[in-house]
């Protein structure tokens, strides 16, 4: 990479990028009906409602749940010299990538950042029943997997898969899952019993969404050596009943923690847990009937205990002695956390600046390298099972600011380049910060819609800068310090498909709205010129790296707080740019992330919607008596606050219509996958 000069002179010449050419939006619809008289509908296009619900309180004020928590952080000052332009030599080829001393990722596919749900809400977030789906969940995990192809990846568990149990025969009162308070603690971890149709549930979700599973099992010796164990029945009827879309096993969940947390005695170590899991998978493997021995995942250590960390599992034999049983190999970690330790905690405002730079993402995937290429040399995954912006429920301000999702975002690509295969970012309860989406507290479920967090858009960036091929490989291209005395702020991915780039992804976390920070990146294959005449982008934008709500990625938004069914609202938007003598100049405004796809194959791979078809082809639940509960259905209209009252003119203006497939099948087509009920009776 070399600088060029400044395009423009400052501020006041230089043209923010405008939405030039939105490419045609072909509103496709499918309709999937059952039999009965009550049936699941799911369709593409339309306009989502549009989500105007205005921040409640002043963030002085503000007493209520985390998750609507209205605080806003101040930003960074932006770096005294600015660097306006950069020149971006995108080597032609793989060989020539690793040629310039740069390396390419193995291959990863549209789905590598996905989700981590904590078991003990399971129900809350997908569904009372697998008959009772929630519809904006579904919404959410759509938009990913008409992006990636491949469904979203989605991991059951956390703290409160350890105490779980399952009832095979169902629960007393007939739920999927019920939580037994053992202690008075508000924060304590409830008792779990799960019966087989939390299965059910995912195993629906699966046929409408591709969706793609790790599961968590309880990780207790005693149930193991009993006669009656459970967790040999729970490993049995997870893969009986979600099949191939069951990606792993998890055994143990921080186990590192497990002293500090008093689940362990004092002195238990990684020996410990290596033996612990040898006979915990050992006696699912003989008393369990299962139908795929390459069930497990583990060790999932999260938290730099010394002599715990994962170089130290890996010495004590436990991927050579579990590498027949292992199907994924797990970490799981959190940049910084949010829990009072001696009375003391960090100051959001503090730290800021530390997820708003490069660095970040770089130190975070550093230490993960080594164990990475361990790992793929036992023919094994590397998974980022659970993440996300800080532990202890993420920061008010900081984790749902639009600076938290540029952050997840290049923390993801920096995975997929470390060699990571997935990475699962953790939604927890109403009182955390970070949640990628929300639903509304129960009380308040028939007169409010979700709340989306910053970070869920991260998950549609990753999709669109892998696209659907499975063969994108990924390179960091970010410029050294002596071509860009501001590179930390500037990151750059290629995406190679083919032996040839085929994506550019280019960060701009400087938050100056006078422009005086603003980037162009020239654009140019090594030696030669970019095939290419045109190119096309597609921005995500907040007038703020501090803004919560006021969020847009190819100009379409979630909305604010209570607001959104898990449908982009607005009209998709992609810019085209017209390249010369081979050279392509992207502006990418302070603060901004711009995808480049280098070709109309490129973007067609991130947004066509062909294969939408195929997949709701088959996607009638069960028996056909799958419904939506009708409060979901209330929430997918656009009906906020309980005043039945539509929000945009887009909600009382959808048509059903039958799926015409001629309709389908443009050179570029953009298309959003929306799930509502249809209730026929
Ligand atoms: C990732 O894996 C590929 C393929 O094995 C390898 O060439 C590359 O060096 C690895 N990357 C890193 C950062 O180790
Ligand atoms: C562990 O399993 C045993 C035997 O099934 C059971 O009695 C005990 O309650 C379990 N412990 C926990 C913490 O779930
Ligand atoms: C960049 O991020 C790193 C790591 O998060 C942090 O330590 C550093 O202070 C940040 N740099 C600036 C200039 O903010
Ligand atoms: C919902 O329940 C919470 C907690 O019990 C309560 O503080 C709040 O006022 C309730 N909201 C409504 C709209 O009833
Ligand atoms: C979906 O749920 C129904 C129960 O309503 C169940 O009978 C059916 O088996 C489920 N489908 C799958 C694929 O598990």
């Known amino acids: 990479m070399t600088r060029s000069s400044p395009l423009a002179s400052g501020p006041s010449t230089f043209t923010r990028p405008r939405i030039l050419h939105p490419l045609s939006l072909i509103t496709s619809l499918f309709l999937i009906s059952v039999a009965s008289a009550q049936a699941l509908t799911l369709y593409t296009g339309g306009t989502a409602p549009t989500a105007t619900v205005a921040p409640a309180a002043s963030s002085a004020a503000y007493t209520g749940l985390a998750a609507y928590d209205p605080t806003t952080l101040t930003s960074p000052p932006p770096p005294e010299s600015p660097v306006t332009g950069l020149s971006l030599a995108l ?21 590598f950042l996905g989700f981590s749900v904590e078991l003990s809400i399971a129900n809350s977030l997908m569904g009372n029943s697998p008959a009772n789906l929630k519809v904006p969940f579904l919404n959410y995990m759509a938009n990913i997997q008409t992006r990636a192809g491949a469904g979203p990846i989605i991991r059951v568990g956390g703290n ?29 971890t409830p008792v779990i019993n799960y019966s087989l149709d939390l299965f059910h549930l995912m195993a629906n ?31 049995t009827w997870a893969q009986r009943i979600l099949g191939s879309s069951l990606r792993g096993l998890s055994v143990g969940n921080e186990p590192d923690l497990y002293v500090d947390h008093s689940k362990r005695p004092a002195g238990y170590g990684v020996n410990d847990y290596v033996s612990e899991f040898n006979r915990i998978t050992q006696s699912v493997l003989s008393d369990g009937s299962l139908s795929n021995p390459v069930a497990f995942t583990g060790p999932s250590v999260c938290c730099d205990v010394i002599g715990f960390e994962m170089d130290d599992v890996l010495n004590a ?7 027949n049983n292992l199907a994924a190999v797990a970490v799981q970690h959190y940049p910084t956390n949010n829990c009072k330790i001696n009375g003391n905690v960090i100051n ?7 997820f708003l730079n490069h660095t970040s993402a770089q130190s975070l995937v550093a230490p993960y390298l080594g164990n990475a290429a361990t790992v793929q040399a036992a023919g094994k995954e590397m998974v980022m099972l659970e993440t996300n912006t800080a532990s202890c429920g993420g920061f008010p301000g900081l984790s749902d600011s639009f600076g938290a999702a540029m952050w997840m975002t290049d923390y993801a690509l920096q995975m997929a380049y470390g060699n990571f295969s997935a990475a699962l970012m953790h939604v927890g309860g109403q009182n955390v910060y970070y949640n990628p989406f929300t639903p509304p507290p129960s009380n308040q479920s028939t007169t409010k819609q979700w709340t989306t967090g910053s970070v869920y858009y991260a998950t549609l ?9 499975n063969v994108s490989r990924i390179v960091d291209m970010t410029p050294t310090p002596d071509v860009d005395a501001n590179n930390i702020y500037h990151p750059a991915y290629a995406v190679y498909e083919n032996d040839a780039p085929s994506r550019v992804v280019l960060f701009n976390y400087i938050d100056d709205a006078s422009g005086a920070n603003d980037l162009s990146v020239t654009l140019t294959l090594n030696g030669s ?21 006021d969020i847009t990625w190819a100009n379409q938004t979630m909305g604010y707080s209570f607001g959104s069914d898990g449908r982009l609202s607005g009209t998709q938007a992609t810019v085209t740019i017209t390249c010369t003598d081979g050279s392509c100049v992207i502006p990418v405004q302070a603060p901004s992330v711009a995808i480049v796809f280098l070709s109309e194959q490129a973007l067609s791979s991130s947004t066509a919607a062909q294969n939408a078809k195929s997949v709701f082809s088959t996607s009638v639940i069960g028996t056909g008596s799958a419904t939506v509960d009708a409060q979901a259905l209330q929430t997918s209209n656009g009906q906020i606050n309980g005043n039945g009252g539509s929000t945009s003119k887009g909600s009382s203006s959808w048509g059903v219509e039958r799926i015409d497939a001629s309709r389908i099948g443009g050179s570029v087509i953009v298309a959003m996958v929306v799930a509502v009920l249809a209730l026929t009776s």
């Open 91 to 111: 080597p032609p080829n793989s060989q020539s990538v690793f040629d310039s001393g740069r390396l390419l990722s193995i291959e990863q596919k549209g789905n």
């Open 160 to 188: 409160s898969q350890e105490d779980s149990t399952i009832f095979v025969d169902g629960l007393e009162d007939a739920a999927i899952l019920d939580k037994i308070k053992v202690s008075a603690g508000v924060t304590d």
């Open 205 to 235: 979700i699966t046929s409408l969404v591709n969706a793609e599973w790790f599961f968590g099992l309880a990780f207790n010796e005693t149930d193991v050596t009993s006669p009656t164990g459970n967790i040999p029945v729970a490993a």
């Open 317 to 323: 034999g436990w991927l050579s002695n579990n590498v």
């Open 348 to 354: 959001a405002q503090d730290i800021f600046a530390d």
């Open 461 to 469: 960036l990753v999709a669109e800068a892998f696209g659907q091929s």
């Open 529 to 549: 010129t970019l095939g290419a005449s045109t190119v096309y982008v597609r921005y995500f934008q907040a007038p703020t790296v501090g803004e919560q709500y």
